[in-house]
């Protein structure tokens, strides 16, 4: 089993920056697929971006350029930086560990995310 536990949110104004980490524990999730996903409220939860065991990330049209999804696997965790961030950032922020070795899909939003972390309010007021 892998506990994963988000922190870092928190409420900003329109412009400034945050930095989301995700701790994992239980196992090393270093081989792991690893995604951030958010939900606003009345809104379906959506696909932040993703980090691949190698390295390799993927980016949501909404937040390339401005989030930055980066991991340690010394620490165990996986970081989402977030700057420039907009009204529209609002949401819980969720990490996710896909449970599985090395992912060569196209779709790392959707591979079946298995491990899931209780989530971090960011609000961003204008």
């Known amino acids: 089993q892998v506990q994963l536990v988000e922190s870092g949110g928190g409420l900003v104004q329109a412009g400034d920056s945050l930095r989301l980490s995700c701790a994992a524990s239980?196992?090393?999730?270093?081989?792991?697929?690893m995604g951030w996903f958010r939900q606003a409220p009345g809104k379906e939860r959506e696909c932040v971006g993703t980090i691949r065991s190698g390295g390799f990330t993927y980016y949501a049209d909404s937040v390339r350029g401005r989030f930055t999804i980066s991991r340690d696997n010394a620490k165990n965790s996986v970081y989402l930086q977030m700057n420039s961030l907009k009204p529209e950032d609002t949401a819980v922020y969720y990490c996710a560990a896909s449970g599985t070795g090395f992912y060569s899909g196209t779709d790392s939003c959707h591979l079946g995310y298995v491990y899931w972390g209780q989530g971090t309010q960011v609000t961003v007021s204008n």
């Open positions: 239980g196992r090393t999730v270093s081989s792991y697929t």
